[in-house]
Structures are given as C-alpha cells and as structure tokens.
C-alpha cells in the first residue's frame, strides 16, 4: 500500500492497481492520474474536505464510484449519491477494507453547529481521523495521517491524540493553514509524540508517498 499526501487533507492510497482518495478539497490541486479510483472517502462537510469540482473530476475518470460521507455531506451534496456511513460501519470498496469511528467534528467555538465527522481506518493499517481526535478504540494503528493545525486544532490536544493512538508510523496532514515555521514547529511536537510510543515520524510534503 502506498499512501501519497496531497494538499491539506487530501490522501491518496493505492495498493494492487487501485486508489481510495480521501478528503479531496478546496486546498487542493487538482489530483490527476484517476482511471484506478474506486471509491472516495469524505470524513465531513467543510469545503476544505471535498468540494463539488473534485468530485465531478473523479467521477468523470471513474463513473459510479462510491462515496462514504456522514449525512451532513450527503444534505450539503445532493445530486452526487453519497452513500452514508457512521461511526461504527465497515464496507469493502474496490478492495480496500474501510471501518469509520468517531462522529463528531472537533469544537471550534460554541457559536458554530456542530458538524458530524468520521474517522476512517483502511485496511486495518492507515487511519485518518479527519478533524477529530477521535481513536480507534482496540486498533494497533500502523499509520496515523495526524492534523497539524486548525481553527480547532492546540497543538499540546494534538501530541495527547498521537500519544493516546501510539502509531507505529505518523505523518502530518491539514497543514494549509500554517504557515512554514508552523508546519515544522507542529511536526516536531507530533514527532516527539510519536516517538514516545517507539513510532517514527515521515515529513512529506505534498506529492510525497510513503509505502507501509
């Protein structure tokens, strides 16, 4: 399995010829190369998430994929089919092996509605918690794809998640909104985060992959 990081939250996963694209959006260039796309993932309704132009571009290379999104994606996407996922389903898409924890955004501040959000493990091996610190309760997570700044993320909640996870591999993703002495500050509390729990820590920038 190759896991390539993209801007902001977008992943790109490909293993046996076929790719699982998450969280495709509004900070992200165009992906290219999706003839092998045989689902996407949305781990909720903010535009920096998915956006109306990626999935049209995706859909237009692999016609009928699914989607897996919380309601509020299918409410916010009409017209795109979205099939509805929640903390505690398992689906197989393509081959890929998806279970969804968690179900709640991070808090950004009272006066904001709360925004559902899932966290999903593929393969039993990368988890990606969205804009959550939600844990996957019960799982030995080989690689944690870790948020590295946000209006909701401090970055002390952020090293207790990574810490609380104990990956055997981590990397920072949802990164756009910092500025470069943010993103290396950030990545090295996440790694010595990491590195507490005998885990090692991989800087990858966009377009970087890492094989697990």
Same mark, same amino acid.
């Given at each position: 399995?190759?896991?390539?990081? %993209?801007?902001? +939250?977008?992943? =790109?996963?490909?293993?046996?010829?076929?790719?699982?694209?998450?969280?495709?959006?509004?900070?992200? +260039?165009?992906?290219?190369?999706?003839?092998?796309?045989?689902?996407?993932?949305?781990?909720?309704?903010?535009?920096?998430?998915?956006?109306?132009? %990626?999935?049209?571009?995706?859909?237009?290379?692999?016609?009928?994929v699914p989607v897996f999104a919380p309601a509020g994606v +299918?409410?916010?996407?009409?017209?795109?089919?979205?099939?509805?996922? $929640?903390?505690?389903?398992?689906? !197989?898409?393509?081959?890929?092996?998806? /279970?969804?924890?968690? !179900?709640?955004?991070?808090?950004? %501040?009272? $006066?904001?509605?709360?925004?559902?959000?899932?966290?999903?493990?593929?393969?039993? =091996?990368?988890?990606?918690?969205?804009? &959550?610190?939600?844990?996957? +309760?019960?799982?030995?997570?080989?690689?944690?794809?870790?948020?590295?700044?946000?209006?909701?993320?401090?970055?002390?909640?952020?090293?207790?998640?990574?810490?609380?996870? /104990?990956?055997? =591999?981590?990397?920072?993703?949802?990164?756009?909104?910092?500025?470069?002495?943010? /993103?290396?500050?950030? /990545? &090295? =509390?996440? #790694?010595?985060?990491?590195? #507490? !729990? !005998?885990?090692?820590?991989?800087?990858?920038?966009?377009?970087? &992959?890492?094989?697990?």
């Amino acid at each position: 399995m190759r896991v390539t990081k %993209h801007e902001h +939250a977008a992943l =790109r996963i490909d293993d046996g010829g076929k790719t699982l694209i998450l969280d495709p959006g509004s900070f992200t +260039a165009p992906l290219g190369d999706l003839d092998n796309v045989v689902a996407v993932v949305i781990t909720h309704e903010h535009p920096d998430h998915w956006t109306p132009g %990626h999935l049209d571009e995706i859909l237009r290379a692999a016609p009928g994929v699914p989607v897996f999104a919380p309601a509020g994606v +299918a409410a916010a996407a009409p017209g795109y089919g979205i099939t509805v996922v $929640s903390p505690g389903d398992e689906v !197989g898409a393509g081959g890929f092996a998806l /279970r969804f924890f968690g !179900g709640d955004h991070a808090v950004i %501040h009272e $006066s904001l509605p709360p925004v559902e959000n899932v966290g999903v493990l593929v393969d039993d =091996r990368l988890y990606y918690p969205g804009d &959550s610190y939600a844990v996957p +309760a019960g799982v030995a997570v080989d690689a944690l794809a870790a948020p590295l700044g946000a209006p909701w993320l401090k970055i002390g909640e952020a090293m207790d998640f990574v810490l609380e996870v /104990r990956p055997r =591999r981590a990397f920072g993703v949802h990164d756009m909104t910092l500025s470069e002495i943010g /993103r290396s500050m950030h /990545r &090295s =509390r996440l #790694q010595w985060a990491t590195e #507490q !729990g !005998g885990g090692e820590f991989f800087v990858l920038e966009p377009g970087d &992959s890492l094989d697990l």
